[in-house]
């Protein structure tokens, strides 16, 4: 979720002495739909919108408050008793709520501070971003001419993201941080030319000339080139120099400060529940219980005698 465009002009105002009708609630879910537009630039590009195509994901702190602060006005249009909603739409009203509350409890933790996880991170998201980017017009070409050209900066606020969580202590684990150093001593050691970020120019439709579209690689090899990869050897020299020194020890993490807190948000986020961790790997427990015993119930009946 991103600010960037006007609440006003949506007419959502907080109000807190009136009930949601049914107007208001399709506009409330088109101006979430919005906001999670601008806070997942790439999904909104697949999904047609052509100025998400020229960006990437913005989670500078600044942009993360902002985005706090739209999610509670909003909140507050759909936090009053509903009037004349039906069933899917008292429902849509109750999941919109459930995915807000979320989104504003996990930003008390600071996420943002890890950017990254084992295998994938921010770094790979423009490669990955790539295999799915198709260059159909002239448009599509400088859109992604102006993507290549921003992972420099991209990179930064990340890069600042992971330097405040240094100074909390609230990093990834050692292996993790070794798996991202190899993963990004790869990329930055690439040919460019054989560079996943040429991948759209190999997609491209009939809006454009083959002599066209090998101009644009061209302009796009440049700036693997003389942007992208400099800023994945500076990349790879953080990683290497400042922020694995600083992997936390343990590996759970609940060995962070708040640690415990934030697991328990984990679950929650990922489970859809109530839960509690405890609960969760109860419940596991029993499951694998029961399914064995199904199994091994079907086993007797087969007169199965394998492994």
Do not use: C
Not at 281 to 293: D, M, N
């Amino acid at each position: 979720m991103r600010t960037g465009w006007i609440w006003l002009a949506l007419g959502l105002a907080p109000a807190s002495s009136w009930a949601v009708t049914s107007a208001e609630l399709e506009q409330a879910v088109q101006a979430y739909d919005r906001l999670s537009s601008i806070q997942d630039p790439i999904r909104a590009g697949m999904r047609g919108d052509a100025a998400a195509l020229a960006r990437w994901p913005d989670d500078s702190p600044q942009q993360v408050t902002a985005r706090v602060r739209e999610l509670g006005r909003l909140r507050a249009v759909l936090d009053t008793a509903p009037q004349g909603l039906g069933p899917e739409q008292a429902l849509t009203r109750d999941l919109l709520l459930e995915r807000m509350d979320t989104a504003t409890e996990g930003a008390r933790f600071d996420e943002e501070r890890i950017p990254f996880q084992s295998g994938e991170g921010f770094y790979t998201l423009p490669e990955s971003t790539a295999a799915t980017t198709p260059i159909r017009d002239e448009a599509d070409a400088r859109a992604w001419l102006a993507r290549l050209e921003t992972i420099p900066a991209y990179y930064a606020i990340e890069v600042a993201n992971m330097r405040r969580g240094i100074a909390t202590r609230f990093t990834q684990p050692r292996i993790t941080v070794e798996t991202a150093v190899k993963t990004v001593g790869g990329l930055a050691a690439e040919d460019p030319e054989k560079s996943a970020l040429l991948l759209p120019y190999a997609r491209t439709g009939n809006g454009l000339t083959p002599k066209r579209v090998g101009e644009l690689r061209q302009e796009a090899l440049a700036a693997i080139r003389d942007a992208v990869r400099p800023a994945q050897r500076a990349l790879l020299e953080f990683f290497s120099k400042e922020y694995l020194p600083k992997a936390r020890p343990g590996l759970g993490m609940r060995t962070v400060p708040d640690g415990e807190a934030y697991y328990r948000y984990l679950v929650r986020f990922h489970t859809t529940t109530r839960m509690s961790p405890d609960e969760v790997y109860t419940l596991g427990e029993r499951e694998v219980a029961r399914i064995r015993s199904e199994m091994d119930a079907i086993r007797r009946e087969a007169a199965f005698q394998g492994t």
